[in-house]
Each structure stands twice: as C-alpha cells, then as structure tokens.
C-alpha cells in the first residue's frame, strides 16, 4: 500500500458551536486511509486569552501558512462571526489556501461568504468532506 499523504488542517469554526467541530475531528479520526493533523487553534489554548484583536489576528495568522487546506464550518452562524472571516481573509489572501466549505447537517441556510470563498462547498458527510479535501488540498 502506498504511504498515505498527511493533511495538515486548519479548521475555522466557532467555539459557540463547538460540538460541529468536535463532530468533525471524530469524522476525521475515524475516516479509513485519512492520516490528517490539527492546525486549528483548539479552545484550551493561550491563543484564546490574547490580549487583543491583533494579537489574536498574528496567533491565527502564524498557525495557517503550514497547512494544504483550510475547512469551514458553513453554517449562518459564519456570516456574524468576525474571527471566521478573519480566518477567511487569511488563508485566501494572505496565503492563497484551499477553502473547503461544509454545509451543517440539515442546514437550510448556509454562509454566503463562506460559499463565495470557498474552492468547494460539501454536504455534512464524512466522504465527501474528505474526498474534497484531497481534490483541493496543496
């Protein structure tokens, strides 16, 4: 068996929402053949207590340039979240990463930026997150 690309993922999300992301670690974990690591910026890290919007900004800033794609979490919610646009305005202009947008499960409303940003837009389904991951990923 050939050895298996590891992805290296930063996912945008919010921790309002945080069971969808822990949702989509376990997709990940559990998908066959998928190897993958976490370039998010998990909720029990230091990043979170930066004393300011800038500081803020540079931590999330400095975790994107070493990942092949950036996942987005495209419920309404992203729309009114300043940070998640942020994370948008840095991956697509200052690094140029793949977006893969994901469309919450039963979701009939969906983020408008992050669908017109976004290098693919997915239903919340573990293969198909995956396989446009893979398609996208640099």
Same mark, same amino acid.
């Given at each position: 068996?050939?050895?298996?690309?590891?992805?290296?993922?930063?996912?945008?999300?919010?921790?309002?929402?945080?069971?969808? =992301?822990?949702?989509?670690? *376990?997709?990940?974990?559990?998908?066959?053949?998928?190897?993958?690591?976490? @370039? $998010?910026? %998990?909720?029990?890290?230091?990043?979170?207590?930066?004393?300011?919007?800038?500081?803020?900004?540079?931590?999330?800033?400095?975790?994107?340039?070493?990942?092949?794609?950036?996942?987005?979490?495209?419920?309404? =919610?992203?729309?009114?979240? *300043?940070?998640?646009?942020?994370?948008?305005?840095?991956?697509?202009?200052? @690094? $140029?990463? %793949?977006?893969?947008?994901?469309?919450?499960?039963?979701?009939?409303?969906?983020?408008?930026?992050?669908?017109?940003?976004?290098?693919?837009?997915?239903?919340?389904?573990?293969?198909?997150?995956?396989?446009?991951?893979?398609?996208?990923?640099?």
């Amino acid at each position: 068996m050939p050895q298996l690309k590891t992805y290296r993922l930063f996912i945008s999300h919010s921790w309002a929402y945080g069971d969808a =992301y822990e949702k989509l670690v *376990k997709f990940f974990d559990e998908h066959p053949n998928f190897s993958w690591v976490d @370039y $998010s910026v %998990p909720k029990n890290d230091p990043i979170h207590n930066a004393p300011n919007d800038k500081a803020l900004y540079e931590a999330i800033k400095n975790q994107m340039p070493f990942v092949n794609c950036v996942v987005v979490l495209a419920g309404v =919610y992203s729309t009114y979240s *300043k940070w998640i646009n942020k994370e948008i305005e840095i991956a697509k202009s200052v @690094y $140029s990463k %793949p977006l893969v947008a994901i469309e919450p499960w039963g979701s009939e409303k969906t983020s408008k930026i992050v669908k017109d940003n976004a290098d693919a837009i997915v239903k919340w389904n573990s293969s198909s997150i995956v396989s446009a991951i893979r398609q996208h990923s640099i």
